[in-house]
């Protein structure tokens, strides 16, 4: 594999982890406002957290393909 595509693949990796700390963050933050009640706040993250089966899983896909790449 040529070294401008495995510095693409890692690039990409990297952002895809970077996308599921930012989710990571704003799942804690949603599970603290739905501990207190609905609220208008607990509706801001919960339309982030409605793809986060999309999210998780685009970024294994990333993170098998930089790896398969690697040997």
């Known amino acids: 594999m040529p070294v401008a595509e495995r510095r693409a693949d890692r690039a990409a990796l990297r952002a895809s982890a970077d ?3 930012a989710l990571s963050a704003d ?3 949603f599970m603290r406002w ?3 009640g609905p609220s208008e706040h607990a ?3 919960r339309d982030r957290l ?3 089966d999309t999210d998780i899983r ?3 896909d990333r993170a098998s ?3 398969a790449h690697r040997q």
Do not use: C, P, S
């Open 19 to 21: 996308q599921l700390a």
């Open 50 to 52: 409605e793809a986060v």
């Open 58 to 60: 685009r970024h294994f």
């Open 43 to 45: 509706q801001r993250y």
């Open 65 to 67: 393909t930089f790896l």
């Open 27 to 29: 799942l804690h933050q």
């Open 34 to 36: 739905l501990g207190r």
